[in-house]
C-alpha cells in the first residue's frame, strides 16, 4: 500500500519524474503492470478533474486550505473584484462584459460601480 500511495503522490505532484525505478520498487511489493497503469490513470483523473471543477468555480462541500511556496511572490490585487461568478456559466446564459473607464465599471448587464466598491 505504501508504493502505491507514494506512486500517486509522485503522479499528482511531480509525474515528469516517474521512472523505471519506481515501476521496479511497485512490482517488488507485487504490484502489476495493470495495477501501476490503474493508480496512474486514477491520479491523473482525479487531479484534471481538481482542475476542472478550479477553473469553472464549482463550490466545494469542504474546506481548503492552500499553503503557499514563500518563495512564489503574491500575485497584484485586480483592479474590479468579480466574486462568485465562473468563467463558464453552467447554465448557459451569457455572462457580462464589462469595462472601465475614469474609475467606474460598466457591465453590459446594467451594473455601474466604482473602482473602490469593485475592489470589496
Not at 51 to 76: C, F, K, N, W
Request: charged fraction near 25%.
Amino acid at each position: 500500500m505504501q508504493r502505491l500511495a507514494e506512486l500517486t503522490t509522485l503522479v499528482t505532484e511531480m509525474p515528469w519524474k516517474l521512472s523505471p525505478m519506481h515501476r521496479e520498487r511497485a512490482h517488488d511489493v507485487g504490484l502489476d503492470d495493470d495495477d501501476i497503469l490503474h493508480a496512474i490513470m486514477l491520479a491523473s483523473h482525479v487531479g484534471h478533474m481538481n482542475r476542472i471543477s478550479d477553473a469553472v468555480g464549482m463550490s466545494l462541500e469542504y474546506d481548503v486550505e492552500i499553503h503557499a511556496d514563500p518563495s512564489t511572490p503574491s500575485l497584484q490585487a485586480s483592479p474590479v473584484a468579480i466574486i462568485g461568478r465562473p468563467a463558464i456559466d453552467p447554465r448557459g446564459v451569457p455572462l457580462p462584459s464589462c469595462e472601465c473607464s475614469d474609475g467606474e465599471v460598466t457591465c453590459t448587464n446594467g451594473i455601474r460601480r466604482s473602482r473602490a466598491a469593485s475592489a470589496r
